[in-house]
Each structure stands twice: as structure tokens, then as C-alpha cells.
């Protein structure tokens, strides 16, 4: 009697198959190394928004992160988390103080770009780990001008 394999077991093979070769292809990375536009444009992003500041985090691999860059290129703050080694962090606080020193942003990060929309003036930027995390608040100072993007970058031994 002849016996058939269902679909969904064939596509379990398969996905084992190329993941095992994805894995060994470039030093056990699996990451590509290059977005198409058409991966780009097909990322969905939605920002969020606290207090009236609007944001958006993510940035893991390759095609979410060209996306997000793409996007988010009218927000006035751009954030990137990483080793000092260059290892990309996620799970990170973002939070954001104002000149008065009031927080108005405490939001979680997913990946390790971090976009905010802040009207011109001077902040404080505390950055950490979330809980538990080995990655403490590191804050950086920052005066956001009208028409420009402002980096922080924070970097972790």
C-alpha cells in the first residue's frame, strides 16, 4: 500500500533542510546580508504613542531594520543599542526626560534602533536593559533641532 506524507510534514523537511544549510553558509550566521525592496516594503511598522510622542523600536535583521531606517527618516530621534563588540541589543528602557528633567517617555525597545518624534529643544536619554539584564542605564544628553535627525548611540562593554 502506498502511503502519502502530508504537506505540512513535507514543509517541516524542508524548512529543516534550508535552515540547516542558512546556518552553515556564513560562519553560522543566518542573518542575509542584503534587504530587497520588495522584503522592505513588504514590513509592517506601527508606531506607538505616549503622551503625545509618537515612536516606533524594532530593528531585528536585516529586512526589519532597513524598513524601519526607511520609515522612520522624518523622526527627530534615532537611538541604536549595541556591544561595544557590535552585537545589535534588544529589550532595552528607553526613556526620555525632558529639560525640566520630567519624564515623558518610558517605553520598551524590541530591537536596537529606537525612533522618536520630539519637538526641538534639550533632553536626557537614559537607556538599560530590561529586567534582568546586564546592561545598566548609560544617559546621554541631546538637543533636537527642527528638520534634523539627532543619533545617540549607547554601546555596552
Known amino acids: 500500500m502506498l502511503r502519502y506524507l502530508p504537506v505540512s510534514v513535507f514543509l517541516v523537511f524542508a524548512l529543516q533542510s534550508w535552515a540547516a544549510v542558512a546556518q552553515t553558509s556564513d560562519e553560522g550566521a543566518i542573518e542575509k546580508p542584503v534587504a530587497t525592496q520588495e522584503e522592505v516594503d513588504a514590513v509592517v511598522l506601527i ?6 510622542i509618537s515612536y516606533i523600536g524594532g530593528g531585528i535583521g536585516v529586512v526589519e531594520r532597513k524598513a524601519l531606517e526607511q520609515w522612520a527618516k522624518g523622526y527627530s530621534l534615532r537611538i541604536e543599542m549595541a ?29 536596537p534602533l529606537f525612533f522618536v ?13 530590561l529586567p ?11 538637543k533636537i533641532v527642527d528638520g534634523k535627525q539627532v543619533r545617540a548611540f549607547f554601546a555596552w562593554p
Open 132 to 142: 534582568p539584564s546586564e546592561y545598566a542605564g548609560m544617559k546621554r544628553e541631546v
Open 83 to 111: 556591544t561595544k563588540s557590535g552585537s545589535y541589543l534588544g529589550d532595552m528602557r528607553v526613556r526620555v526626560f525632558n529639560a525640566s528633567g520630567a519624564l515623558i517617555l518610558d517605553a520598551p525597545s524590541d530591537g
Open 47 to 52: 508606531p506607538s504613542l505616549h503622551n503625545g
Open 117 to 129: 518624534m520630539l519637538p526641538e529643544g534639550n533632553y536626557a536619554i537614559d537607556v538599560s536593559g
